[in-house]
């Protein structure tokens, strides 16, 4: 079935670091990608998203490629505020009411 | 705009209790969807329900039942609670179809002694 795996975290770094949070994930067909965040004690919010193959998706400095060759998603922003600090998801849907997380991804920013 | 709104909060049941959670949202979205969120475990979809009248099962709907109220509600029922369904509750929204964001409410920390 279709599922996403995401890098396992947590992940701490220091302000201005580079940031990158892999995933992957297994389906068949054409999903649309997404990533979400979720600050502390708060619902789940969408970063960015791409629906087709070699669409970039970018939001606040962060951008994700959706690379159907080796069937990733990765996060990257190149330099990480204390802010950033949260928790982020990757997830992939072929029709909205399928929507499959991954387990999450923690990360800390220090100053 | 309130955007997607749960109620309660927090919740502490014991064993074998009943309770509901409530959902609201203002976005006029066709679709809505009950979570949950356990440690380790990303979110899992319990119910949705595309349209008003039409409810269907996720991935773990043992346990409970959902109620699509109207276009704007959509509750979610546990008859009787057992530890095992302690975890975190989200409710969310969307308009229809694969490209479509979908919009989540705070959560309800619900814990089952």
């Known amino acids: 079935g279709n599922s996403v795996t995401q890098m396992e975290g947590p992940v701490t770094l220091s302000e201005e670091a580079f940031l990158t949070i892999n995933c992957t994930y297994t389906a068949t067909g054409y999903p649309s990608l997404f990533w979400y965040v979720q600050y502390p004690g708060e619902g789940l919010q969408l970063l960015l998203k791409a629906t087709k193959a070699d669409d970039k998706g970018s939001n606040k400095g962060f951008e994700a490629t959706y690379r159907k060759e080796t069937t990733s998603f990765h996060l990257e922003k190149g330099s990480v505020q204390v802010s950033d600090s949260a928790v982020y998801f990757c997830?992939?849907?072929?029709?909205?009411?399928?929507?499959?997380f991954g387990a999450g991804t923690r990360l800390t920013v220090k100053p | 705009n309130a955007g997607v709104t749960q109620t309660p909060k927090f919740q502490v049941l014991k064993t074998g209790q009943s309770m509901t959670l409530q959902c609201a949202q203002d976005?006029?979205?066709?679709?809505m969807y009950w979570y949950r969120q356990d440690p380790g475990m990303g979110l899992r979809l319990i119910y949705y329900s595309a349209s008003e009248g039409t409810t269907d099962k996720g991935e773990v709907p043992n346990g409970y039942n959902v109620s699509r109220l109207n276009k704007r509600e959509f509750s979610l029922r546990l008859e009787s609670a057992a530890p095992s369904q302690t975890s975190v509750y989200f409710c969310?929204?969307?308009?229809?179809?694969?490209?479509?964001?979908?919009?989540f409410g705070p959560g309800t920390r619900l814990t089952v002694t």
């Open positions: 969310a929204s969307s308009e229809s179809g694969n490209h479509y964001e979908q919009y």
């Open positions: 997830a992939l849907t072929y029709n909205n009411n399928d929507m499959r």
């Open positions: 976005m006029n979205h066709n679709s």
